[in-house]
C-alpha cells in the first residue's frame, strides 16, 4: 500500500538558512508525488510535483524537490528561507482509484522562520 | 479561472444538527474530491465524483455523511446528526484528467466545522 512519511513534524531555521523538510514513500508502482502548502486558515497550495519527467523538480516560490528512488525519498528545499514561508508543509502520493487517483499525505511540517 | 471556492468558510453547530457544505469546482474539471483534515494531521480522502456520478467513498464516510453532485459541477456534503468526532477541516479539490498521468488537484479554502 502507498504512504507517506514525513519525519519531522515542526522545523525551525533562521531566515536566510537553507529549508530542508523530509519525506519518503512507500509505493508498489511507480509514484507520482506533491508537495503543498498550507497557510493558517486556508486550502492547500501546489508547490511542485513529480510525474516520473525530471528527477529534480523546481517549484514555486524558490522550492524544489528531488525524487531519489534509491532511498525512497522527496525531499523539499530551498537555498533561504525567507519569513513569509512559515506555513505547514505536505507530502502526497498519488495512489490510482477507480479511473481517478486519490491522494495519500503525510502529517505535515510545520515550518517556522526566526528573525 | 477563480479557483475551487467553499462555502460556508466557518460553521459552528451543535452536536445532533445536520450541516450542509458546498463546492464549487474550476469550471473545466469534471472531477470533484472531498478530504477531511483533522488538527495535526494531513487530509484524508472521503469521495470522488467524476461529473455526476460518485464513484468512491472512504470507510471514513460514515452514514451519517453524504455527499452529491447532482448536475456535475458544485458538490454538496451533508453531515446528519453531528457528533464533535466531525469537527475538522472539510477541503474540497478537483481535477482535470489526464491521458498518461496522474490528475494535479486544485484545492479551495475549506470549511472549517466546530461541533459544540
Known amino acids: 500500500a502507498q504512504s507517506v512519511t514525513q519525519l519531522g513534524s515542526h522545523v525551525s531555521v533562521s531566515e536566510g538558512a537553507l529549508v530542508l523538510l523530509r519525506c519518503n514513500y512507500s509505493?508498489?508502482?511507480?509514484?507520482?508525488l506533491f508537495w503543498y502548502v498550507q497557510y493558517p486558515n486556508q486550502g492547500l497550495q501546489l508547490l511542485l510535483k513529480?510525474?516520473?519527467?525530471?528527477?529534480l523538480v523546481k517549484g514555486i516560490n524558490g522550492f524544489e524537490a528531488e525524487f531519489k528512488k534509491s532511498e525512497t525519498s522527496f525531499h523539499l528545499t530551498k537555498p533561504s528561507a525567507h519569513m513569509s514561508d512559515a506555513a505547514e508543509y505536505f507530502c502526497a502520493v498519488s495512489v490510482p482509484t477507480s479511473g481517478t487517483y486519490k491522494y495519500i499525505f503525510g502529517t505535515g511540517t510545520r515550518l517556522k522562520v526566526l528573525a | 479561472d477563480t479557483g475551487v471556492s467553499q462555502n460556508p468558510r466557518h460553521k459552528i453547530t451543535k452536536r445532533g444538527q445536520n450541516v450542509t457544505f458546498r463546492c464549487d469546482p474550476i469550471?473545466?474539471?469534471?472531477?470533484l474530491y472531498w478530504y477531511r483534515q483533522t488538527l495535526g494531521q494531513g487530509p484524508e480522502f472521503l469521495t470522488y465524483f467524476q461529473n455526476e456520478a460518485q464513484l468512491e467513498k472512504s470507510r471514513l464516510l460514515s452514514d451519517r455523511f453524504s455527499a452529491e453532485r447532482p448536475k456535475g459541477s458544485f458538490s454538496t456534503l451533508e453531515i446528519q446528526r453531528t457528533e464533535q468526532g466531525d469537527s475538522a477541516m472539510y477541503l474540497c479539490?478537483?481535477?482535470?484528467?489526464?491521458?498518461?498521468?496522474?490528475?494535479?488537484?486544485?484545492f479551495g479554502p475549506g470549511t472549517r466545522l466546530t461541533v459544540l
Open positions: 479539490a478537483s481535477s482535470y484528467p489526464k491521458a498518461t498521468s496522474t490528475d494535479t488537484q486544485y
Open positions: 509505493s508498489s508502482v511507480p509514484p507520482y
Open positions: 513529480y510525474t516520473s519527467a525530471a528527477t
Open positions: 469550471s473545466e474539471h469534471n472531477r
